[in-house]
């Protein structure tokens, strides 16, 4: 079995799947992607949120119960979109886990290629030019972390767009 680590920011495109795929045409093992999705369902991050559009007011029990369900709804989008990300590669005659985390995405991928013991980690992201300059984006710090070969894919761009 080749097990493969895929972080994504978003739900894998048709586009994305195929080049994921056609990464490992020719392997003698089968592959095993092991599919991450982050979401951030944080309290703190939806109330930072939530007070900026309301200009700074404090937060009452109903705002609460308000995060609540967004935090479920955040979640439950999260959990579409793995799911349909998944589909995608199961279509395609592969074999797929999929997980949610809200804990830090490179923390989490970092246990997940571990835990699997993945032989290689593919990172699908749209464009962060910034902090693709600074090292700070996900495959720089992934590639610190990882032992590893780390590969940065930008989601929905053929491979002939992405140099």
């Not at 007011?57 to 799911?83: C, F, K, P, Y």
């Not at 999929?98 to 699908?124: H, K």
């Not at 720089?140 to 989601?155: C, F, G, I, N, Q």
């Amino acid at each position: 079995m080749y097990d493969v680590a895929l972080l994504i920011e978003r739900q894998l495109t048709d586009l994305d799947a195929d080049q994921v795929v056609a990464l490992h045409e020719g392997l003698d093992d089968t592959v095993r992607y092991h599919l991450l999705l982050p979401v951030d369902t944080s309290a703190s991050m939806l109330a930072s949120s939530m007070n900026a559009f309301g200009g700074g007011q404090v937060m009452t029990i109903a705002d609460a119960d308000m995060i609540t369900d967004v935090q479920d709804e955040l979640s439950s989008a999260g959990r579409a979109e793995l799911d349909a990300s998944a589909a995608l590669l199961t279509a395609r005659g592969q074999q797929v886990t999929a997980a949610l985390t809200e804990d830090d995405p490179i923390e989490a991928f970092s246990d997940l290629v571990t835990r699997t013991s993945s032989s290689e980690a593919i990172i699908l992201t749209e464009p962060h030019i910034v902090r693709e300059f600074l090292h700070v984006d996900w495959t720089s710090r992934a590639k610190r972390k990882l032992d590893v070969p780390t590969v940065h894919l930008l989601e929905h761009v053929p491979f002939s767009g992405q140099a």
